[in-house]
């Protein structure tokens, strides 16, 4: 194999994409998608915007929800990312964003209670992650912040759950991926880990 050296603007390489409900300073909520986290344990590390409201919002009031939309949610998703919860609209973002208030109406998405933090949960997304921000600062370059939430409670539609278990049916579940700035979701299952705990569900094609 010959390769050649490239020089991408960006290097969102296949990421699942996520939607982050937050609290305002005044009560109200935001909700901000993203395409920069992963999960160690039971922290989800996230990659978010040094100017914008969500850094700013878990820098103040840490509780949060992440919320995972499905594949088929993406144009929801792209109908938040012109959108910023921050107004003024910051400088950076003036050429290709607009203030709006209300995020949950204009994504066409519904707000649905939390059971132990104060923002509210995307009440479509598949799966949904209550969580605390035990920690807040700016990554090397200082345009972005690095949060680590750590997940108190994990909400699940029960049709991507294998029945009597508490796990998730990778046959079942597909998270929305964000790719080189396009969307996918997962193909077909090439195999599984040696610590699959759902190896004969999956064999036998999902739960």
Known sequence: MNHMTIEPSILYFGTPVVLLSTENQDGTFNLAPMSSA???GNVIVLGLG???????NLAERPELVINLPAPHQWEAVERLAPLTGRDPVPASKAARSRFEPDKFGAAGL????SDGVRPPRVAECPLQFEARAARVGPDVSGSFVIAEAVVSKVHADPRIVVPGTQYVDPAAW???VYNFRHYFGLGAQLGHSYRSQTPEVIAAGGA
């Not at 040094?50 to 700013?56: F, L, S, V, Y």
């Not at 519904?110 to 209670?113: D, E, G, W």
Request: aromatic share 6%; hydrophobic share 40%.
């Open 50 to 56: 040094a100017e914008g409201q969500t850094a700013r």
């Open 174 to 176: 597909s998270p929305l």
């Open 110 to 113: 519904r707000a649905q209670p």
């Open 38 to 40: 992963w999960a160690l």
